[in-house]
């Protein structure tokens, strides 16, 4: 007879094949990560070659001081992260406001206000109207430019909304009983409460407005208020053309190598350096969030 505290030969089974196969998983998963950063640190008669996996060959950091020399670089660095955390900002006080309000059974028109988000996941006024409204309200060259037309994710309404309405009822009752306003019990009692959502939340649009060009690329005219996601843009396109056309130098032949490996480095360490510090709150947040519809 089998001792209650010892796995069967079964779940031994289970257990080591399902290490192998997760293994498995990893490995393919991390390979395409690995070999863009070694591509980034490769000479470029390597990575034409295709000679390049896992570990850089002919190390070389040429498209690296070219892009962190330009004073232009640094200037759209800068922006994108304002852009960035005011976006983000002005998109979790509006996603947190609507999605708590929704989250009340008891009020009227609520129905007409979840169709109202919902419709808007399928319809969208177009890429020419949405210029024109951008361009009449004066936000041109602007941040509100980004953080406006993407302020609220119909997703991660959704997910804050349920959340919401998995939190006891009684805790806001109580609250309101004591003296508290509607205010009052969002800020002090269901806030505090959401820590897990809220961080998945912003995780999910600091990514998204990180990762953004074509808002800036649409409605930005001046190459000083441009994010960094444009710079590296064209930086691409310019390398792609002169790799097309031949390029006429070795420093060129090894930008044209590499540039796209080297951007992608540049533009994801922020978020992965980030990334772990909201990592414990995500599974819980999403998985809270999705209990209830």
């Known amino acids: 007879m089998v001792s209650p505290g010892r796995p069967t030969r079964g779940q031994r089974a289970f ?6 196969i997760l ?17 980034s640190f490769s000479g470029e008669r390597q990575i034409r070659a295709g000679e390049v996996t896992l570990w850089p060959k002919g190390f070389d950091l040429t498209t690296y001081e070219i892009v962190i020399r330009d004073g232009v670089f640094w200037r759209n660095y800068g922006n994108t992260v304002l852009y960035t955390v005011l976006s983000t900002v002005v998109a979790m006080v509006l996603t947190t406001c609507y999605a708590y309000v929704l989250s009340k ?10 169709g109202v988000a919902v419709f808007t996941m399928f319809f969208s006024g177009g890429l020419i109207p949405n210029y024109v409204l951008i361009t009449s309200l004066g936000l041109k060259n602007s941040v509100w430019a980004i953080a406006l037309p993407n302020a609220i994710s119909v997703f991660n309404l959704l997910v804050m909304k349920a959340f919401f309405e998995s939190l006891p009822a009684e805790l806001e009752e109580a609250a309101e009983i004591d003296g508290l306003s509607t ?29 953004s060009w074509f808002s800036a690329f649409l409605y930005m005219d001046r190459t000083d208020l441009m994010p960094v996601t444009v710079y590296l843009r064209n930086l691409i396109a310019g390398a792609t053309g002169a790799a097309n056309a031949g390029a006429t130098t070795e420093q060129g032949s090894q930008v044209a190598a590499n540039i796209q490996a080297v951007t992608i480095v540049l533009t994801s360490l922020p978020i992965l350096s980030v990334y772990p510090f909201v990592q414990r709150y995500f599974v819980s947040g999403v998985m809270l969030g999705a209990v209830k519809g």
């Not at 257990?15 to 192998?20: E, K």
């Not at 293994?23 to 591509?39: D, G, K, Q, S």
């Open 15 to 20: 257990q080591s094949v399902n290490g192998v």
């Open 23 to 39: 293994t498995l998983v990893v490995v393919v998963t991390l390979y395409p990560f690995v070999n863009i950063v070694a591509r």
């Open 183 to 211: 205010y009052g019990i969002l800020l002090r009692i269901v806030l505090p409460l959401s820590k897990a959502v809220i961080a998945t939340m912003v995780l999910f649009y600091s990514v998204s407005f990180w990762n």
């Open 105 to 114: 059974k008891h009020l009227r028109g609520r129905g007409v206000l979840v």
